[in-house]
């Protein structure tokens, strides 16, 4: 199986745009979720979710959006974007309730926005 | 709230052991401690988890004092591909156990 697939792996975006970051996972994992890293940083959670359904905030949600329509698949979307939203994207996915909740990371998506 | 405390750099020799420590000194009874590592500007990769005794696996070793307030994790022969930033998290359970990572320890192994 592929894992965790994120695209695109680039981007660069103008402020004030949207767009959609995607990420997919055949582990059949309830968990996912959305980090951001910004240069030396360590990974800040964005939103997060426990299954189809089901989305709930991190430490930084704002800015963006998250739905989770399939266990597979789970979006970030950027409303408007601004500077401060430059980052690398790490989307993850873990199986839900059981230890040892081992987290599995996707490549990461390289956002600038100018 | 990383809930963890690194030393933000070391350097290990090219087969020694090399001892990444953290402090973990509000860590809950039922907690784990877990490490991860992110290899350049890859996405980060699970070494290793333990919640009292200390664990081995092939990867490295995690011993956990018996306090639960610190740990430390072990590389036993360091090569240049364990060059990384490990990061050692406790998962939060007061937020529907989400991971939050700190800005974790970064590793050179010199040849």
């Known amino acids: 199986n592929a894992g965790v697939t994120q695209t695109p792996k680039f981007q660069v975006l103008k402020t004030g745009q949207s767009m959609t970051l995607q990420c997919a996972q055949d582990?059949?994992?309830?968990?996912m979720s959305w980090y951001r890293q910004d240069p030396g940083m360590g990974l800040r959670l964005i939103h997060y979710s426990v299954g189809a359904g089901i989305t709930d905030q991190g430490e930084v949600p704002n800015g963006y959006n998250v739905s989770r329509s399939t266990t597979e698949d789970f979006p970030l979307r950027l409303l408007s974007a601004a500077p401060s939203q430059t980052s690398v994207y790490f989307c993850?996915?873990?199986?839900?309730?059981?230890?040892?909740?081992?987290?599995?990371f996707g490549p990461g998506t390289r956002l600038t926005v100018t | 709230d990383a809930k963890t405390t690194q030393p933000p750099s070391m350097d290990c020799a090219e087969g020694r052991a090399a001892n990444l420590p953290c402090n973990h000194s509000t860590i809950s009874g039922n907690e784990y401690v877990y490490w991860y590592r992110q290899i350049h500007s890859q996405g980060p990769q699970y070494i290793i988890h333990?919640?009292?005794n200390n664990e081995t696996n092939e990867m490295a070793s995690l011993i956990i004092t018996e306090d639960r307030k610190s740990s430390t994790l072990i590389l036993p022969h360091a090569t240049l591909r364990d060059t990384a930033v490990y990061y050692c998290?406790?998962?939060?359970?007061?937020?529907?156990?989400?991971?939050?990572f700190g800005t974790g320890t970064s590793l050179t192994v010199i040849p």
């Open positions: 333990g919640l009292k």
């Open positions: 582990m059949n994992h309830e968990y």
């Open positions: 998290i406790v998962r939060v359970t007061n937020t529907g156990n989400q991971f939050y």
């Open positions: 993850a996915s873990r199986i839900q309730g059981k230890y040892p909740y081992e987290q599995y």
